[in-house]
């Protein structure tokens, strides 16, 4: 709304200077698209009134849970369920949108109470974590239907809740893979209603169904310690990338996506490098992390070729990420390797190529599209440098001659990219044409 209101005062002064034709602002400020529509007061008293309201039905259940009988139990619930959700479809072909979107949610929440009361009532105890994957997607149902960004919120917390009741499931042993048809559907829609609170909760929901993954494969191939590390680092940088892609092609929620598993990312390859002192017996492991590892790496790849084939990074930036995806995919057997004795060239080595990525980060960020991935590369910088820091230097004249240097390099990088900005905005000079060679007469 901000910039459109800037764009319509910059239209109205360009055309009255002569720079552009007004019959051209009407188009323009045609393709400028609507503001997302935003909390507002009333509709943030309506949900919380919602909520209450899910409640008090509950709690007047719960009082009476005794002296009702099952079917009156039921009855109350359901009765209240259809009152929500005739007076949603009501309050929305009234034009009341926030009451709508309330009662929709509070219908949402009592459908839930209602199949969790059902199971309880009945005795189908082993029934109540499908009951919550059941009330997730009557949620998404609910969310399409209206559509309703409120609804859909609470959807996609029912679906990690769903999730995470699995995973601690002493019945499950297994990846909860059926959780990732549940997440792409939650995505889609989020995309669809372009909701960036449910896109938040989707990229945490990932990252704790990837870490979960991880240990499921750690606790039935017997991955070692680093390997595994390494792999983690590996996959959570292929989501990065995935978010990053999805981003540039302006898919809402990519940018969200990128930024939780980049940071992610980051931390685990600066921890990767605590692990140099474990044993050469932790480091390596078989096939589970060759096919883990060369899945993530090829991803990477083909994720970072199509970054720049579409214009969207630079061959700097894309090369500093793979040298570090690369040493992070070889440093299990370099470890295993080099022993105990040997790895000081390593840590020089992978520091190094860390401090190449996070300015990758940094020269990457300084896009306007890309800002989150500019302060990651600077929380990166920062981490590996306190980490240099505590492992090497001890003395106070050492760590001020070391931040010293550092001090310099980074202002004399800061030099270069203001002036390799500078020449690429400074217009083209034309040349002058000799007199002599143009046949110009000189007198």
Same mark, same amino acid.
């Given at each position: 709304?901000?910039?459109?209101?800037? #764009?319509?005062?910059?239209?109205?002064?360009?055309?009255?200077?002569?720079?552009?034709?007004?019959? +051209?602002?009407?188009?323009?400020?045609?393709?400028?698209?609507?503001?997302?529509? +935003?909390?507002?007061?009333?509709?943030?008293?309506?949900?919380?009134?919602?909520?209450?309201?899910?409640?008090?039905?509950?709690?007047?259940?719960?009082?009476?849970?005794?002296?009702?009988?099952?079917?009156? +139990?039921?009855?109350?619930? #359901?009765?209240?369920?259809?009152?929500?959700?005739?007076?949603?479809?009501? $309050?929305?072909?009234?034009?009341?949108?926030?009451?709508?979107?309330?009662?929709?949610?509070?219908?949402?929440?009592?459908?839930?109470?209602?199949?969790?009361?059902?199971?309880?009532?009945?005795?189908?105890?082993? @029934?109540?974590?499908?009951?919550?994957? /059941?009330?997730?997607?009557?949620?998404?149902?609910?969310?399409?239907?209206?559509?309703?960004?409120?609804?859909?919120?609470?959807?996609?917390?029912?679906?990690?809740?769903?999730?995470?009741?699995?995973?601690?499931?002493?019945?499950?042993?297994?990846?909860?893979?059926?959780?990732?048809?549940?997440?792409?559907?939650?995505?889609?829609?989020?995309?669809?209603?372009?909701?960036?609170?449910?896109?938040?909760?989707?990229?945490?929901?990932?990252?704790?169904?990837?870490?979960?993954?991880?240990?499921?494969?750690?606790?039935?191939?017997?991955?070692?310690?680093?390997?595994?590390?390494?792999?983690?680092?590996?996959?959570?940088?292929?989501?990065?990338?995935?978010?990053?892609?999805?981003?540039?092609?302006?898919?809402?929620?990519? !940018?969200?996506?990128?930024?939780?598993?980049?940071?992610?990312?980051?931390?685990?390859? =600066?921890?990767?490098?605590?692990? @140099?002192?474990?044993?050469?017996?932790?480091?390596?492991?078989?096939?589970?992390?060759? $096919?883990?590892?060369?899945?993530?790496?090829?991803? /990477?790849?083909?994720?970072?070729?199509? +970054?720049?084939? /579409? !214009?969207?990074?630079?061959?700097?930036?894309?090369? !500093?990420?793979?040298?570090?995806?690369?040493?992070?995919?070889?440093?299990?057997?370099?470890?295993?390797?080099?022993?105990?004795?040997?790895?000081?060239?390593?840590?020089?080595?992978?520091?190094?190529?860390?401090?190449?990525?996070?300015?990758?980060?940094?020269? %990457?960020?300084?896009?306007?599209?890309?800002?989150?991935?500019?302060?990651?590369?600077?929380?990166?910088?920062?981490?590996?440098?306190?980490?240099?820091?505590?492992?090497?230097?001890? !003395?106070?004249?050492?760590?001020?001659?070391?931040?010293?240097?550092?001090?310099?390099? =980074?202002?004399?990088?800061?030099?270069?990219?203001?002036?390799?900005?500078?020449?690429?905005?400074?217009?083209?000079?034309?040349?002058?044409?000799?007199?002599? %060679?143009?046949?110009?007469?000189?007198?």
């Amino acid at each position: 709304m901000r910039y459109k209101s800037r #764009l319509t005062g910059d239209l109205d002064r360009w055309i009255e200077r002569g720079w552009i034709d007004s019959g +051209r602002r009407g188009d323009i400020l045609g393709d400028v698209p609507d503001p997302v529509q +935003r909390w507002s007061a009333i509709g943030a008293l309506a949900i919380l009134g919602a909520v209450l309201l899910a409640m008090s039905a509950l709690t007047f259940v719960a009082a009476n849970w005794d002296a009702m009988p099952r079917l009156a +139990r039921f009855g109350t619930i #359901l009765l209240a369920l259809w009152l929500a959700m005739a007076g949603a479809g009501r $309050a929305l072909d009234r034009g009341a949108g926030a009451l709508g979107h309330a009662l929709a949610l509070l219908g949402v929440a009592l459908f839930g109470a209602a199949i969790l009361l059902t199971a309880q009532t009945f005795n189908m105890t082993s @029934f109540r974590n499908t009951a919550v994957l /059941i009330w997730s997607v009557a949620g998404l149902a609910t969310a399409f239907a209206i559509p309703s960004r409120p609804v859909l919120i609470l959807a996609t917390l029912l679906g990690a809740l769903w999730a995470g009741l699995e995973i601690f499931n002493p019945f499950v042993d297994t990846a909860i893979w059926s959780y990732l048809p549940l997440w792409l559907v939650t995505a889609w829609l989020a995309i669809r209603l372009r909701s960036k609170a449910s896109a938040h909760l989707l990229a945490i929901g990932l990252a704790l169904w990837a870490g979960h993954a991880l240990y499921w494969m750690d606790q039935h191939f017997d991955i070692a310690d680093v390997s595994l590390h390494a792999g983690a680092t590996l996959v959570f940088g292929a989501l990065a990338l995935t978010g990053a892609l999805a981003r540039d092609r302006g898919v809402t929620g990519g !940018g969200i996506l990128a930024a939780w598993m980049a940071v992610i990312t980051m931390v685990l390859a =600066l921890l990767l490098q605590a692990q @140099f002192d474990r044993p050469p017996e932790a480091a390596i492991s078989g096939g589970a992390y060759i $096919a883990l590892a060369l899945g993530a790496m090829a991803a /990477i790849g083909g994720l970072l070729v199509l +970054r720049l084939a /579409i !214009g969207h990074l630079r061959p700097g930036p894309a090369a !500093g990420l793979a040298g570090i995806g690369a040493l992070v995919f070889v440093t299990p057997y370099l470890l295993a390797a080099a022993g105990i004795g040997g790895l000081w060239w390593l840590q020089l080595a992978y520091g190094a190529l860390f401090y190449a990525g996070a300015v990758a980060l940094i020269l %990457q960020g300084s896009r306007e599209s890309a800002g989150a991935t500019g302060t990651v590369g600077v929380a990166a910088f920062i981490g590996q440098t306190l980490y240099v820091y505590g492992e090497t230097f001890g !003395g106070l004249l050492d760590t001020a001659l070391f931040f010293f240097v550092g001090g310099l390099i =980074l202002f004399a990088m800061s030099f270069g990219v203001w002036r390799w900005k500078r020449r690429q905005h400074e217009p083209a000079v034309p040349a002058q044409s000799d007199p002599v %060679q143009s046949g110009g007469e000189t007198s």
